[in-house]
């Protein structure tokens, strides 16, 4: 034997890749390469001829050849199988495909109503558009928290009485006492800051919502699983003038022109000065009523100038930065808003009251 016949060899390759572009499944696939590649198959047969050639310059030049052959066919093999396994996923995920469509039935008696979001994630969603609409930007942060975040850096170390004013749900994950369901929302602050001066990026102008816990029994004003938004404005020369005009404004853009804010001395761990915000009674409009009390005005949450301490936990030089913190209840608004006498209707999944709003 003189040499390899390169039209025979071109011509395996045209039948093999034209028989492997032709299988429609994976098994089909399987054979042809197998036949196609077997010690007595086209491309077999042609390799155990390569010792028939005499010179072995034209003997390294055939199995060069070959082995280019084998390539494209293998090359050819595997986009087919790339395609045909595409298909058969395809297939698979149709035949486990569930029809949930739902079908009104037309002799139903009880009529089919389309459901909506509940009052709550309404009500939050408005309120996030509010502080969007006022320059804020909107984040998110985990509901179990450790005890660092949600106590130590908020300016609450272990035995500080302030603590007792949180019924906290701990987790019994590693030391007792250190993993918790968060009892508000500000630990979300915490995670901000440290974020924003590990990026460089302060000033930070956020609001910040979510679900919270507390062992609280549920009464008309009070839930064990509640949902509170915050405001956190961290620049250089804030003063609690901005403060009160945030609130302010938030108010009035939320709650209707009529409504206004006012602020009075209270007491946060995390802030100093620190302040309760009261907002116009709903009810009465600012009339005096027995839900407020006569006094014209609801409580709605708290505020204040955040507490040198809780810029040194994360690191931020609190004489060159100031900023303000406030946060309240998204159930309490929407009771506020909606005018609920009791916020367990809220949690009882009656329809009845769902489908008002």
């Known amino acids: 034997m003189t040499g390899l016949d390169h039209e025979a060899l071109s011509a395996i390759v045209t039948e093999l890749t034209a028989a492997i572009s032709t299988v429609d499944d994976l098994a089909g ?7 196609a590649t077997a010690k007595d198959g086209p491309l077999g ?21 070959i082995n280019d052959a084998l390539a494209q066919v293998t090359a050819a093999a595997d986009a087919r199988r790339v395609t045909l396994a595409a298909a058969a996923r395809t297939e698979q995920l149709e035949a486990d495909r569930l029809d949930l469509t739902e079908v009104v039935i037309e002799d139903v008696r009880v009529p089919v109503v389309r459901g909506h979001e509940h009052l709550v994630s309404q009500t939050r969603a408005s309120l996030e558009e509010v ?5 804020f930007t909107v984040t998110e942060g985990p509901e179990v928290e450790t005890d660092w975040y949600n106590f130590e850096a908020l300016n609450l170390p272990p035995g500080h009485p302030a603590r007792d004013m949180y019924d906290t749900m701990y987790l019994e994950i590693g030391e007792p006492e250190t993993v918790l ?20 990026a302060l000033p930070v102008h956020a609001a910040m919502a979510g679900r919270c816990y507390r062992l609280d029994t549920p009464d008309a004003r009070h839930l064990p699983v509640f949902h509170q ?5 961290i620049d250089r020369g804030i003063t609690f003038a901005d403060l009160a005009g945030v609130i302010e404004t938030f108010t009035s853009a939320y709650f209707g022109p009529d409504i206004h804010s006012r602020l009075r001395p209270a007491y946060f761990p995390f802030t100093e000065p620190s302040a309760e915000f009261e907002i116009t009674c709903t009810i009465c409009r600012g009339d005096g009523c027995r839900t407020c009390s006569r006094t014209g005005w609801i409580e709605l949450g708290g505020c204040g100038m955040v507490d040198p301490a809780v810029f040194e936990a994360v690191g931020i030089d609190p004489t060159e930065w ?35 709003f």
């Open 29 to 35: 696939l399987d054979e042809v390469v197998a036949r």
């Open 181 to 200: 369901m968060r009892t508000h929302t500000s630990p979300m602050q915490i995670h901000l800051l440290e974020a924003a001066v590990e990026a460089d």
């Open 229 to 233: 938004i915050e405001g956190l404005v």
């Open 131 to 135: 502080f969007v609409a006022m320059g």
């Open 322 to 356: 100031s900023g303000f913190a406030f946060g309240f209840g998204i159930d309490r608004c929407a009771q506020m808003r909606h005018q609920i006498p009791d916020m367990r209707l809220l949690i009882e999944n009656d329809l009845r009251f769902n489908r008002q």
């Open 45 to 65: 047969s042609l390799k155990r001829s390569l010792g028939g050639i005499a010179d072995l310059e034209s003997r390294k030049s055939a199995g060069r050849a």
